[in-house]
């Protein structure tokens, strides 16, 4: 069998039994040709081959992610032809390149804070929904799926009809109860009493957030929501609903709070996974060392 020929009975194989998206195969088409121009004869692959190609594909500013990605269709590849007994597989114990972890960006409070004031447009009743949902995504640290997914039947009220906290169904259908401070109270009660009955339209939605027609905002709505704050506010257009939950974990680690509250508010199922916003107060807490103490000055 040619090689072309097998490579493409390997790709048919991800295709058909691991369910990979046409974007992925195409992405392990070009890493197995490529890797095949460079070496004729796989089965003369040594691990100091492949690390030398590893190095190769660095030195062609390739990111890390992507030469990762390249070693596993690479070893998959090679595992594949070993199972079809075509040869065997001699670089089966590579490990693709650790990918380190990139640190959330956090917003400052004074960004977010501006985000939220430029949400609102005096005249424009539509954006009492938008400054309420800005104001919840970053006062709960929720998902935008998280949030555009909450019903009416999710806030809980005390008796006075005051907005307490929200009940958000997070990953697994897992749900957690978030309090809700007291400006997003303010924003959530001015949408919900001034805006929300008229986006109704007669319709019968439980859905909280509603867009002009009166069915449920779309994800796609959310995020353009926020960047359009963030551009009236001076700011990025790349910033995101998760770039406000970037900082609502931040913020709140700053303050004092503990991690294992802040993984309990954030959804996470591991409290290693929250542990990366450590990493960014420990990096400030650096800096402001660096700079106020007599002895670490240059």
Known sequence: MAKSD??????????????LSKNTLEAYRRDISRFIAVNNDPRQVTMSALENYVAALRGQGLQESSISRAVVAIRNYLEFASKEGIFLNPIKDFKPPRIPKRLPKALTIAEVTAMIENSLIDGELITLRDRALVELLYATGGRVSEIINLSVGDIAKLEGGEVTSIRLFG???????????RYARGALDQYLIRLRPTLLKEKRSEALFLNTRGGKLSRQSAWAIVQRAAERAGMSSDISPHSLRHSF???????????????ELLGHSSVTTTQIYTLVTIDKLRESYAQAHPRAKN
């Open 6 to 19: 097998f490579q493409e009975e390997f790709l048919a194989h991800l295709g058909v039994e691991k369910g």
């Open 171 to 181: 990953k697994g259908n897992k749900y957690r109860v978030v309090p809700v401070g």
């Open 249 to 263: 974990a931040t913020h709140l680690l700053d303050g004092g709070a503990d991690i294992r509250t802040v993984q």
